[in-house]
C-alpha cells in the first residue's frame, strides 16, 4: 500500500455520495422545470408546504443551509409569490416566512414529482435498499 492511497478518489468515501447527489438532482430537474422550481426551491417549499408559516432561522437549519444561500432562495420564492415575508411581533429582527395562495397551490401540481421519481426507480435499488440508504444517510448527518 502506497502512502498516498488515501488521497486516491476511488478511496473517498465523501465522492460516491457527492455524484450520487447530484445524480439524484439532476433527475428531479425535469420534473421540477415544469413547476418552475429549482431543487433548493422544492425542499423550502416542501417545509413551507408542511408548516405553512416559520421563521427564517428554522428553514436555514431544516434545509442545512447558511444565510447566503438562504437569502436569495427566499427572494426567488417571493418574487414567484409563493411565500410572503414580515416580522416576527415579539423581535423585530426575526423574519417569519409564510406560503401564500399561490405557494400552496403549487403544492398539487408537486405532488407528482415523488410518484415519478419512485415509478422512474432513479436510484436502481430496491424498496428495501432505498429504506437501509435513507436510514444511513439520516446517521450521517445526525437524524
Do not use: H
Not at 106 to 113: E, G, I, Q, T, Y
Request: net charge positive.
Amino acid at each position: 500500500m502506497d502512502k498516498y492511497d488515501s488521497l486516491k478518489l476511488e478511496n473517498q468515501f465523501c465522492f460516491p455520495l457527492y455524484v450520487a447527489s447530484k445524480e439524484v438532482i439532476r433527475k428531479y430537474k425535469p420534473l421540477l422545470d415544469e413547476l418552475d422550481l429549482t431543487y433548493t426551491q422544492y425542499i423550502a417549499m416542501m417545509v413551507l408546504w408542511e408548516e405553512k408559516k416559520c421563521k427564517v432561522t428554522e428553514l436555514g437549519k431544516k434545509l442545512y443551509l447558511d444565510t447566503g444561500t438562504i437569502s436569495p432562495l427566499i427572494r426567488k420564492l417571493k418574487s414567484k409569490n409563493y411565500i410572503k415575508i414580515s416580522r416576527a411581533k415579539d423581535d423585530e429582527r426575526v423574519q417569519v416566512l409564510e406560503i401564500t395562495q399561490e405557494g400552496d397551490a403549487l403544492r398539487d401540481r408537486a405532488l407528482k414529482v415523488p410518484q415519478e421519481m419512485l415509478k422512474s426507480n432513479c436510484l436502481s435499488l430496491s424498496l428495501e435498499e432505498t429504506l437501509e440508504l435513507m436510514r444511513l444517510l439520516k446517521k450521517v448527518i445526525g437524524n
